[in-house]
């Protein structure tokens, strides 16, 4: 089933380059199988290792058809996601991690669902395949951020979703950490429009390390998340 849907694709990446081809050329497959009109792209947040080099033989590979956003410093993971947004043109736009833990080609399951009313396609892990130490931290915060902030989402840590474009476009995002999801499906959720959750597969991370799961990462959140909540919640600043 090809679905009549504009999408924009994109991976935030950093430090993702022996994961990158595979998870690319994935991508590249599944949309011309699956979807009428797209565009990839890829933002390299500062990456220190190959990522770039592994980027460029890819953009030789693919062409015009893959674009490379590139931060000469790393922004963090939110400020990865505000460039991928930013740079997106088509009327959904649908991201996952450039670490390979996710499948795209579980797309479609997404793409299903998406209907005219739509806002928000957001996966829900199965089973996530991490040390115990990052599954408990994950439960954790999870938990406490859709008390904090009265989210619905069942998994607000899963970063397998499809966005309607046009409601960031009305309220960009501005956190700079990983507290960017939060702030993302609150600000969706508060729009009005439909929500839909599906299932989807997590695997062990094959290469490299999670930046989130550090002190100063889990610091930078903690800060933000309370910046958050006064916005949000004690302020009741509009979104």
């Known amino acids: 089933m090809v679905f009549p849907y504009s999408l924009s694709v994109f991976f935030p990446a950093y430090n993702d380059a022996p994961s990158l081809p595979e998870l ?60 991928g947004f930013e740079a997106a043109t088509r009327e959904f736009v649908f991201y ?59 998994d607000i840590d899963c970063d397998y979703r499809l966005v309607r474009r046009s409601l960031l476009t009305r309220s960009p995002l501005t956190c700079t950490s990983g507290t960017v999801c939060v702030e993302l499906v609150k600000k969706l959720e508060s729009s009005g429009m439909r929500i839909a959750e599906v299932p989807v597969s997590h695997y062990p991370r094959r290469h490299g390390s999670s930046q989130f799961f550090r002190p100063a990462s889990l610091g930078a959140t903690f800060l933000q998340l309370c910046i958050l909540y006064v916005r949000f919640v004690a302020l009741r600043e509009p979104r």
């Open 96 to 154: 996952t991690d450039g670490d390979g833990q996710y499948d795209v080609r579980e797309l479609p399951r997404l793409l299903e669902v998406a209907l005219p009313d739509t806002g928000l396609v957001n996966g829900f892990k199965t089973g996530r395949q991490d040390p115990w130490h990052r599954v408990a931290i994950g439960l954790l915060y999870n938990k406490f951020a859709r008390l904090l902030f009265r989210v619905r989402l069942r």
């Open 24 to 83: 690319i050329r994935t991508a590249f497959e599944v949309l011309e199988k699956y979807v009428v009109d797209y565009e990839v792209i890829v933002v390299n947040d500062g990456s220190e290792d190959e990522t770039a080099e592994v980027l460029a033989g890819l953009q030789r590979e693919f062409g015009k058809r893959l674009r490379v956003v590139t931060h000469a410093k790393n922004r963090g993971y939110g400020g990865a996601l505000r460039s």
